[in-house]
C-alpha cells in the first residue's frame, strides 16, 4: 500500500510538471504570456500584434523558438486571431481539448498552448485553419538582400557591416562570364565580374533605400571605370537590382543625384549569380584593424 502511494505522488508530480520542469532552457514569459502559453488562456480577438502581419518571414514559438509557420501560409478569416492553413512539418502537435469538443494545437518541442486547429471550413484550398493566439508566437522577418560595386570590396564593405540593420555582409564577385572566378582572374579585368559586396539586412530595422543611400555617401560614383585608385573595369561604380521595387529606388536616387548636380557614372543591371571571393577577402579591414583608403564618409542626403 505504501508503494502504491508513492506512486500516486510520483505520477502526480509528473503530470502537474511545467515545460519549465523539463529542464530545458525557454525564454523569460511575462505574467499574461503564461496565461496563455502554460495555462491554457486565450488573449481577447483582434487585440494580438500579428493579427494584421503582411511581412514575409518566420513565426517561431514565443517559449522556445521552434518554427512553427511561414508567412505564405497566413490567411486572414476575420476570426480575430492570426490564422495558417499549414504548418512547418512536425512543428505542431494536435491534442483532445479539455472541452472534448474542440482540437487544441501545441509546441511538438515544449509543449506551449497555441491556439486551435479546425477542420472543412472552407476558407483555403487546405480546407484547414490553425487558429494561433499572436501572443504564443514571436516572428523573424525574412532578410532582404542586394547588391553594391563600388570600387575595391573591401572598403564598400567596410561600411555596410557596421550599419544598422545588416545581420551580414560577403565580399564577391558579379556580373561577369567566368564560373566561379578567383581572385586573381578578376583582377585581369578581363572576366567581365566587378567587386561586389552581398548585404544582408533586417527590413524590420532598415531599407533597402537606406542601403543605397550608405552606398552613394561612401564611394565616388562620378568615377567612371575605377574607383580612386583602382582602375579596371572590375572596380566598376555597379548595383545589381533583384526586381523592380530596387530598380525603381536605384533610378530615383540617381535622378536625385543628377539634380543635385552630379555626373552619375553608376550602372544599373539586374542580378546574376553571385560568386563570394575567398575567405581572406571577407571583413578584411577587421582583421587587419584598419580603414578604406578610398572609401570615406560625406553625407549627401
Not at 165 to 178: C, E, F, L, Q, S
Not at 287 to 293: A, Q
Amino acid at each position: 500500500m505504501k508503494s502504491l502511494v508513492i506512486l500516486f505522488f510520483i505520477l502526480l508530480k509528473t503530470c502537474a510538471s511545467t515545460p519549465q520542469d523539463t529542464g530545458m532552457k525557454f525564454n523569460p514569459l511575462t505574467i499574461d504570456e503564461q496565461r496563455v502559453i502554460l495555462h491554457k488562456g486565450t488573449e481577447r480577438p483582434y487585440t494580438g500584434k500579428w493579427l494584421d502581419n503582411k511581412k514575409s518571414g518566420t513565426y517561431v514559438c514565443r517559449q522556445c523558438n521552434q518554427p512553427l509557420y511561414r508567412s505564405e501560409d497566413k490567411f486572414d478569416s476575420h476570426c480575430g486571431w492570426p490564422s495558417f492553413d499549414d504548418e512547418i512539418p512536425g512543428a505542431v502537435k494536435r491534442v483532445p481539448d479539455a472541452d472534448g469538443h474542440r482540437t487544441e494545437i501545441v509546441c511538438s518541442n515544449c509543449g506551449g498552448h497555441l491556439g486551435h486547429v479546425f477542420e472543412g471550413e472552407g476558407f483555403t484550398g487546405k480546407n484547414t485553419r490553425h487558429c494561433v493566439n499572436s501572443i504564443s508566437m514571436d516572428f523573424l522577418p525574412t532578410m532582404e538582400k542586394a547588391y553594391f560595386a563600388s570600387g575595391c570590396f573591401w572598403g564598400t564593405e567596410y561600411h555596410f557591416m557596421k550599419a544598422k540593420g545588416v545581420k551580414a555582409t560577403t565580399v564577391g564577385y558579379m556580373g561577369g562570364h567566368t564560373h566561379a572566378p578567383t581572385y586573381k582572374e578578376v583582377c585581369t579585368g578581363t572576366t567581365g565580374h566587378v567587386e561586389t559586396v552581398e548585404v544582408e539586412y533586417d527590413p524590420s530595422v532598415t531599407s533597402f533605400e537606406e542601403m543605397l543611400k550608405l552606398y552613394y555617401e561612401t564611394h565616388d560614383f562620378e568615377q567612371v571605370g575605377g574607383q580612386g585608385p583602382d582602375i579596371g573595369p572590375q572596380y566598376q561604380s555597379v548595383v545589381f537590382y533583384k526586381n523592380d521595387e530596387q530598380k525603381a529606388m536605384v533610378e530615383k536616387y540617381m535622378q536625385l543625384l543628377s539634380r543635385k548636380g552630379f555626373k552619375v557614372a553608376t550602372e544599373l543591371r539586374p542580378a546574376p549569380e553571385f560568386w563570394a571571393a575567398e575567405d581572406y577577402h571577407q571583413e578584411y579591414y577587421d582583421k587587419k584593424n584598419g580603414t578604406p583608403y578610398c572609401h570615406v564618409y560625406r553625407k549627401i542626403f
